[in-house]
C-alpha cells in the first residue's frame, strides 16, 4: 500500500513539472509569433540608458538557464515621450552611449537595429 501511494505521489509530481514546462514552452511560443507578426517599426529615439544583466541574476527568475553569461539592455526614448527598454546584442552595447539620437527599428518587443544620427561624447 505504502509503495502504490509512493508511487502515485511521484507520477503526480511528474505530470506537474511537465504541465509547468509544456506551460511555459508554449506561452514562449506565443511570445515568438506576436513578435514576429507585428510589423517592423522605425521611429526616432534618444538613448536614455543602458544596463546589463549577468545570467546568475536572470537564472534566479527564469525557468531556462541556458545563454550567455550576460544579457544586455538599452532603454530609448521615443518621440511621445515613452520608454521602452530592448534587449540588444552585446556587440552593439558598446557602441551606442546615452544621449545617443538616431532612429530606431523594432519588431514588437525585439530589437532591429539603431542608427545613430548624432552620437554623444561621455554620456553627456
Known sequence: ?????AAMIVVIVLCVVFCVFLYQAMQGAAQWK???DAPVLTVDAVLV???KESVKEKRERSF???GPSEIFYATF???S???IELEIPDREYSLILENDTGRLTLQGNKYV???RESISFGGQ
Do not use: L, P
Request: charged residues 30%.
Open 49 to 51: 540608458g543602458k544596463r
Open 64 to 66: 531556462f538557464t541556458h
Open 1 to 5: 500500500m505504502f509503495f502504490v501511494a
Open 113 to 115: 537595429g539603431f542608427q
Open 81 to 83: 515621450g515613452d520608454r
Open 34 to 36: 506576436k513578435t514576429t
Open 77 to 79: 526614448e521615443v518621440e
